[in-house]
């Protein structure tokens, strides 16, 4: 079992719609979550991050971690054309010390 | 805040040849620095991590030998690839956390490496 699984989609959302990004991890002692989004060519840039149960937002952005579940997922509303990317869930595993670990990434694409 | 730079953002070299790359964070210091690799449709993958004045910790199956890093100052790290074949054609990124034990990484904007 991979540390840290994402659907590799294409997911595919009309404009305007809510874009649901899922992510589930296997190590039950982590604590720290981040969503990165990574533009083709380019490289990944900070989104969110969240460290415990429940909803944090930002913006159009919302970010949703159930420990119990094993389980982080990302909403985007009011979905934009320029939100299509490829969004990478991290997760900082207790055994891994500083570093993160990536799940292989979900492609999004908006369509107008 | 937290701005990491890469350079070259670019290179193209010849098999056998060995290609360094530089990465700096431009307004913060950074106790520990990451280099991950980037094959094309894939995820990142850490190569090794990085703290500043202390040898660097490669993951399973990175040839240390083959990826020299050196991190001799808090703002800047450099990976350099040695005897340089087509197989380690790949985007190369690096990025930084400020503090020791801070997990919030930043990534440079990569360097994409390939080999003839």
């Known amino acids: 079992q991979k540390e840290v699984e994402q659907n590799s989609g294409p997911l595919s959302v009309p404009e305007g719609a809510i874009a649901s990004l899922n992510c589930t991890y296997s190590d039950r002692g982590s604590q720290s979550f981040f969503w990165y989004r990574q533009y083709s060519g380019k490289s990944p840039e900070l989104i969110m991050s969240?460290?415990?149960?429940g909803d944090k937002e930002d913006g159009r952005f919302t970010a949703q971690l159930n420990k119990a579940s094993q389980y982080v997922s990302l909403l985007i509303r009011d979905s934009q054309p320029s939100d299509s990317a490829t969004y990478l869930c991290?997760?900082?595993?207790?055994?891994?010390?500083?570093?993160?670990?990536f799940g292989q990434g979900t492609r999004l694409t908006i369509n107008p | 805040g937290a701005v990491v730079s890469q350079h070259p953002s670019r290179v193209i070299c010849k098999s056998g040849t060995s290609v360094k790359i530089e990465c700096r964070s431009l307004d913060f210091q950074a106790t520990t620095m990451f280099w991950y690799r980037q094959f094309p449709k894939q995820s990142l993958m850490l190569m090794a991590t990085s703290n500043e004045g202390s040898k660097a910790t490669y993951e399973q199956g990175v040839e240390k030998d083959k990826f020299l890093i050196n991190h001799a100052s808090l703002t800047l790290s450099t990976l350099t690839v040695t005897s340089a074949h087509p197989e380690d054609s790949s985007f190369y990124i690096c990025?930084?956390?400020?503090?020791?034990?801070?997990?919030?990484?930043?990534f440079g904007p990569g360097t994409r490496l390939l080999v003839l």
């Open positions: 969240i460290y415990s149960n």
């Open positions: 990025s930084a956390s400020p503090k020791r034990g801070q997990e919030t990484q930043y």
């Open positions: 991290a997760v900082r595993t207790i055994q891994g010390a500083q570093k993160l670990v």
